[in-house]
């Protein structure tokens, strides 16, 4: 064996011992600077400091510069030692250990040095600790070596090499040097100490809260991702893109909530806690088969592992034995291969490993999914009127992307990482440590370079995803709007914005799969590599019969096994990052808590007539501008109260919050003298019926669609209930009657029918309480007058809400309440309201005084004269507060009268008259 300068250890005097030592540190010391740096880094990464400094070191270019030296003189010496070897004739030049200890020295620096070119605002500590290594490894090991070699004068090598050492030792000195010095005058220029103070936030507490919260929010998360992190980088373009598609948004807002709960969790880890409410869905609890299950699959990746040696070790010895280099049987060998082969194939374990494995996937993805549909279900109405129903959806279906993430992890990472440890121990162990190194350094360069790639490709895969959503958009604009489309005529326009868009994604597709075809290129150029080296290596063992020739055919067949595990590794960080981003979009709102709900154990409301309490409600919907104001208001049991405004001026929202909704912000509302938030929330709902704005119909048909009200109502109960709505008849009139599909939304229904469908889902339900929410809108007068009589069934003794913009459904609530800009500013009958001549008389005289405007010849907005005597394009209202107020005292003096003129119908005008409610309670006006 040769030292460190070439001259053969057995002539020193130095002893065994402290020449086991001085081989162990040649291994040792770059296997240290590679963990620390490891280990330092992802630490750093883990507690969020990569992402503090928010500048950079002054003197980083120059210690960069300083540790590409240090690489160099790792090269040097190794050029030193060949060329010794090459005057001196001398193969190898040093011991096998000394080389391999330059070598992977290099090698570790080099990951070192490609983390520090890499890192946009590095922290520094993990580039330090090697240097700090160094100032006490170096001498050290040269002083060994030295002492190793044999007395006398040093030769021109001996004073290259120990030069070349102390110029390292110098860089490295220089390079601290340069690191305090810098560290020092930033300080004193800038006050602070960033680098290595600068944690963010943890559980809430800044700790560098001066720095922080003084700025903008724009501006922390500038800083804030100031890394070469892929998901800042896109939140911030993001920001400024105008022509963002729905998945660039998703992706922004998931990557903006990611940095959010990083900046209060304060480190991946405490942030990686909080997915820990998955547990239960991902992790069968109380299922013990699939537990075992869990534990058999395991079993069986190590089985794999262990098929992955044996594989290419049998093909060794099926070659050896063919080449007469054994004694064994190669039939039997081949049998035995043939078995290997088969265990490890799509019909062995693999097809157990899938068998044991499905009913546990399915388990968690059904379990995710359920959770997450019914945690939707349950939150409130802020959170459903907030939020895109796509991307509600869209995370729930993102629950794959949670098992994902930990398959990723167990099921193929740490195999795929115990593959390529076992690999380059068997290699070493088989073909010595040359084979090990050129394994792990052919790794290491495979990764380094296909995560480079990767990143390099990530702006064309987004203008790849953007193009893709265009041509979509384009595509279902035109079909959805084809009815614009055809009526402006506009079909070749949209052919042509269609062809345009989907050439832009096809040149935008080709160039993404260049990239990935380039790449690939790459990568199996690094691996070309790796194998020549390796299979020189073995060539030269083979032909000084070190090994025998098997062993060859068993190292190709091993590299050839070892490429997609690289690949899998390359990939590993962004494809968990994607599924991060998904699973942050569920965990937003698995995390959000329903704002309306039961107190635990709250008592059922106890229903008796259905007295309604307003006590000076406020209501706002942003907790900023208030929408109700100090709303007073009681309706006795079985009144029919009419809320009247304009619009927005917050009637529908007082239904709202009858049926809790939401939650009214001050005040309260009491049925029957219970506070509604203190009653259980189901027990309240279940008394009200509901006939709303725009209801919506399930795409099903119209029957199922009635009994959604009382699932278990015959269809009996559902006819009874159509035709006191009045439209059983016409639902007989469609082709397929009761069962004839509504489509999406009720779409194929008109708007009368729509009202009146649900106005029979609500008669349906038998409530104890009935809300009106411009439940007759949609229909023309006749339908209306039929309709009214439908809800005059429905609310028959029950304590009714209407909204209505239509007085004429109103006036003969038994309490018309007037709310402008949310607040209450008027109340009464119909006539107490026209005789105060207020609010309410104004809107009434509007509305039936509605009269053609004077028709005198006039232009229309075109420019175009309209002929006096014609009819004009418009009816307007014409009233002017002097007419109005003639009108209206007339009014008051025969308020019969108007009733009249408003409904068209001496029945409703009588009921007017009526001062008694429907069921028998005198109004209380
Ligand atoms: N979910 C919501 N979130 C925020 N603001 C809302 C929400 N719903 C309604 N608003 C706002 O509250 C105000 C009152 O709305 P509301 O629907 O109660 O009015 P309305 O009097 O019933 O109007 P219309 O007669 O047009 O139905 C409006 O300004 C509206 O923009």
């Not at 370079?449 to 702006?459: F, G, N, P, S, V």
């Not at 007339?890 to 409703?908: E, L, M």
Request: glycine share 6%.
């Amino acid at each position: 064996m040769a030292d460190h300068y070439g001259t053969h250890m057995a002539e020193t005097a130095v002893g065994m011992p402290s020449r086991q030592v001085l081989a162990s540190l040649h291994y040792a010391y770059p296997t240290a600077i590679f963990l620390y740096y490891m280990v330092a880094s992802t630490i750093a990464v883990c507690t969020l400091q990569t992402r503090s400094s928010e500048h950079n070191h002054p003197r980083r270019r120059a210690i960069t510069r300083l540790l590409m030296l240090v690489i160099i003189t790792y090269f040097a010496q190794l050029l030193g030692l060949a060329a010794l070897g090459f005057v001196q004739h001398l193969f190898p030049p040093a011991d096998q250990d000394t080389i391999i200890g330059l070598l992977s020295c290099a090698l570790a620096y080099g990951v070192v040095f490609a983390g520090l070119s890499d890192a946009a605002n590095p922290v520094w500590y993990p580039y330090l600790g090697p240097f700090g290594m160094a100032l006490v490894l170096e001498p050290t090991i040269e002083v060994m070596s030295l002492k190793a070699r044999p007395t006398g004068p040093l030769n021109y090598a001996e004073v290259f090499d120990i030069s070349t050492v102390a110029v390292r030792y110098l860089t490295v000195v220089l390079a601290l040097a340069l690191y305090f010095e810098g560290n020092r005058t930033s300080g004193l220029e800038t006050g602070t100490d960033s680098e290595r103070q600068g944690l963010l936030k943890t559980n809430g507490h800044a700790a560098n809260a001066a720095n922080t919260e003084d700025q903008p929010e724009e501006s922390q998360q500038g800083g804030y991702g100031a890394t070469s992190d892929a998901s800042t980088d896109d939140s911030q373009s993001s920001d400024t893109d105008s022509d963002e598609n729905p998945y660039q948004r998703r992706e922004r807002k998931a990557s903006e909530q990611m940095e959010k709960r990083l900046k209060e969790k304060g480190n991946w880890v405490t942030y990686a806690k909080s997915f820990v409410v998955f547990f239960p869905y991902v992790w069968p609890v109380n299922r013990r088969p699939l537990q075992i299950r869990v534990v058999l699959v395991g079993i069986c990746l190590l089985a794999m592992n262990f098929l992955n040696v044996l594989i290419p070790r049998q093909l060794g010895i099926i070659t050896d034995s063919l080449s007469g280099n054994n004694d064994k049987n190669p039939w039997t060998e081949v049998l035995i291969f043939a078995g290997y082969k088969l265990v490890a194939s799509e019909a062995g374990l693999s097809l157990l490993r899938q068998w044991l494995w499905i009913p546990v996937e399915y388990y968690s993805f059904g379990a995710i999914s359920t959770a997450a549909y019914s945690h939707v279900l349950n939150l409130s109405s802020d959170f459903h009127d907030s939020k895109s129903s796509s991307d509600i959806m869209m995370a729930i279906q993102c629950g794959q992307s949670i098992s994902n993430i930990l398959e990723s992890i167990c099921f193929r990472a740490v195999p795929m990482l115990i593959d390529m440890v076992v690999a380059s121990v068997y290699l070493s162990a088989i073909f010595g440590p040359y084979e090990g190194f050129i394994t792990v350094a052919t790794a290491a360069v495979f990764m380094y370079i296909a995560t480079r790639m990767i990143a390099a490709l990530k702006d064309a895969r987004r203008n790849e995803v953007g193009a893709w959503y265009k041509e979509h958009y384009v595509r279902q604009a035109g079909i959805q709007g084809w009815s614009t489309v055809a009526s402006f005529n506009q079909i070749g326009h949209e052919e042509d914005r269609y062809s345009a868009a989907v050439e832009d994604r096809v040149e935008k597709t080709q160039k993404v799969y260049f990239g990935y075809v380039l790449a690939y290129a790459f990568q199996f150029l690094v691996v070309l590599s790796g194998l020549l080296a390796g299979a020189f290596l073995a060539v030269y063992q083979i032909t000084h019969k070190q090994v025998s020739p098997g062993t060859f055919i068993m190292l190709l067949t091993y590299w050839a096994q070892m490429v997609s595990p690289l690949t899998f590794f390359a990939g590993l960080g962004k494809s968990i990052s994607r599924d991060l981003l998904q699973a942050e979009q569920l965990l937003e709102i698995m995390q959000t808590k329903p704002t309306v709900f039961s107190n635990e154990g709250a008592p059922d409301l106890q229903f008796s007539g259905g007295k309604v309490r307003f006590d000076n409600v406020w209501f706002s919907y942003d907790k900023k501008k208030d929408i109700l104001k100090n709303i007073n208001f009681t309706a006795t049991p079985g009144m029919t109260v009419a809320f009247v405004g304009a619009t927005g001026a917050g009637k529908s929202t007082i239904l709202k919050l009858l049926d809790r909704f939401y939650d009214v912000t001050k005040g309260s509302i009491e049925i029957d003298g219970q506070d509604i938030r203190e009653v259980d929330l189901s027990s309240l709902r279940a008394q009200i019926g509901v006939v709303p704005q725009a209801p919506i119909l399930f795409d099903d048909t119209i029957i199922n669609n009635v009994r959604y009200a009382k699932l278990t109502a015959t269809d009996e109960e559902v006819y009874e209930a159509c035709k006191a709505a009045s439209i059983h008849e016409q639902i007989l009139t469609f082709t397929d009657g009761y069962n004839t599909k509504v489509g999406e939304r009720g779409i194929k229904l008109s708007g009368g029918e729509l009202q009146r469908v649900a106005i029979a889902r609500a008669i349906l339900k038998r409530p104890s309480m009935v809300l009106l929410d411009e439940a007759t809108s949609a229909v023309d007068t006749e339908t209306e007058q039929r309709i009214q009589e439908a809800l005059r069934k429905l609310c028959e003794g029950r304590t009714t809400f209407i909204v209505a913009h239509r007085l004429s459904t109103i006036m003969n609530a038994d309490r018309i309440i007037v709310i402008t800009g949310g607040e209450l500013v008027e109340q009464g009958s119909h006539e107490d309201l026209i005789r105060a001549n207020g609010k309410y008389a104004e809107l009434w005289s509007k509305q039936v005084f509605v009269k053609p405007k004077d028709t005198k010849d006039e232009e229309d907005p075109d420019g175009k004269t309209v002929a006096k005597g014609r009819k004009p394009p418009n009816i307007v209202n014409d009233l002017s507060p002097e007419a109005t107020s003639s009108e209206i005292a007339k009014v008051k003096s025969t308020p019969t009268s108007a009733g009249q003129a408003a409904s068209g119908s001496d029945d409703t005008a009588a009921k007017s008259d009526d001062k008694q409610d429907r069921s028998g309670h005198k109004k209380e006006v």
